[in-house]
């Protein structure tokens, strides 16, 4: 195992090995970056060292926020608590519409301005009455080490663990990335290998083996978003066959949340998702199978709102990230029927409602 080269910062990396001419072969994501000394990979946060691959962001964020759990989305797991929120710094992806693409993209590591211990973060999250933290902002598997090691001081202080993710990640270390979560709300960001490679710089079939794993192999609760972008992955064919393939792979009762493009980025003359096609995404989803298919970061009640799979009832209502109606019994049971809500639910509801609560880490150091 490599040494740390004592910047404050930097922390032994795992999943690499060194190969015959001297480069350091990165075996965390499908891309295998194969780096000299001193070089970093495309995530740029790992970085070949004569000892191995350091991690040179533990410990440090681009900022935290406390949010409403139903933002990462999650509408099936602790519905209206708060989640502590941070990313860090960099992306194993290139996704030319990235919506968070100053953290994600971002060369400087001046935007990391919150430092934070995992027992800090543990603290924060206890003191200001969230049930969970959630690896967000930019994607938790590059940072592996530091997610690894929040997510054991969160779970020794009762605190859940939520990783947003693209899931391009490999197979040995997704089992340790996995073991230490509760919940994931997974990008499957189209349904074509097309897609992944020219506007993502990745691949579809490592997402769909990890969804696979996470599914058949772990306990975590997992939600998939696809965001629609207009004339690149929002065709009635491939909609119907990802669909399909959610449910006969991973399961009726896995969430699916269909959500709206803006311009952004490398993508600013591709116009914004009309409303139609979300609510056109869950008619076909719910055609298919899939039980709660949710339209996304718009104002629709009809479409955001839980309904019992199996009478209909409306069990959960949701205005965007608020909740409008808790029609759930104590053991998370249809009032009508009786049927169980798939999920992760406490007997009521949180309170947290939809603020943003932006946090000072020092507070709590
Ligand atoms: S995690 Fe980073 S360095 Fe490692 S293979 Fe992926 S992009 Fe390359």
């Known amino acids: 195992m490599a040494e740390t080269d004592g910047t404050p910062d930097h922390h ?13 072969l990165c075996e965390l994501c499908p891309r295998l970056c194969k780096l000299k000394t001193g070089q970093r990979g495309l995530c740029f946060v790992r970085m070949a060292t004569d000892t191995g691959i350091e991690l040179t962001t533990y410990g440090r964020s681009s900022g935290f926020c406390v949010d409403p759990i139903e ?26 519409f990235c919506q968070n693409w100053d953290i994600s993209k971002s060369r400087q590591m001046d935007r990391l301005a919150d430092t934070a211990s995992p027992e800090a973060i543990a603290r924060a999250a206890v003191s200001l009455g969230c049930r969970s933290v959630a690896f967000t902002y930019n ?11 929040v997510a054991q001081a969160c ?30 709300n997974v990008d499957l960001k189209a349904f074509t ?34 965001l629609l972008i207009p004339g690149e992955n929002d065709s009635d064919d491939e909609l119907d066959r990802m669909t399909r393939w959610v449910v006969e792979r991973l399961g009726p009762d896995v969430p699916m949340h269909f959500t709206a493009f803006h311009p952004d980025f490398k993508m600013l003359r591709t116009p914004a998702t009309p409303p139609s096609t979300l609510t056109r995404a869950r008619r076909i989803a719910t055609a298919n199978g899939v039980r709660f298919a949710y339209t996304g970061n718009v104002h629709d009640e009809g479409g955001g709102s839980t309904y019992c799979a199996h009478c209909g009832e409306l069990l959960i209502g949701r205005d965007w ?3 409008t109606a808790w029609n ?38």
């Open 12 to 24: 032994p990396g795992r999943y690499w090995r060194r190969l015959d001419d001297g480069r350091v």
């Open 71 to 96: 933002k990462k989305p999650l509408n099936h797991f602790l519905p209206g608590s708060g989640v502590l929120s941070f990313g860090t710094a960099g992306c194993n992806l290139a996704c030319r």
């Open 139 to 149: 994607d938790p598997v590059i940072f592996l080490e530091y997610a690894v090691d």
């Open 155 to 184: 779970h020794a202080a009762g605190i859940s663990t939520v990783a947003v993710t693209a899931a391009e990640i490999l197979p040995e270390p997704r089992r340790e990335f996995f073991s230490n979560m509760d919940a994931a």
């Open 193 to 226: 290998e097309d897609f992944y490679g020219r506007l993502c710089g990745g691949s579809l079939q490592p997402v769909l083996d990890t969804l696979e794993y996470v599914a058949a192999e772990t306990d975590v609760w997992v939600e998939l978003t696809t």
């Open 321 to 323: 990230y608020l909740l």
């Open 328 to 365: 759930l019994d104590a053991g998370a049971r249809c009032p009508s029927c009786g049927s169980t809500c798939p999920g992760r639910f406490e007997p009521r509801p949180g309170s947290w409602g939809p603020r943003r609560l932006p946090v000072n880490m020092s507070e709590f150091l």
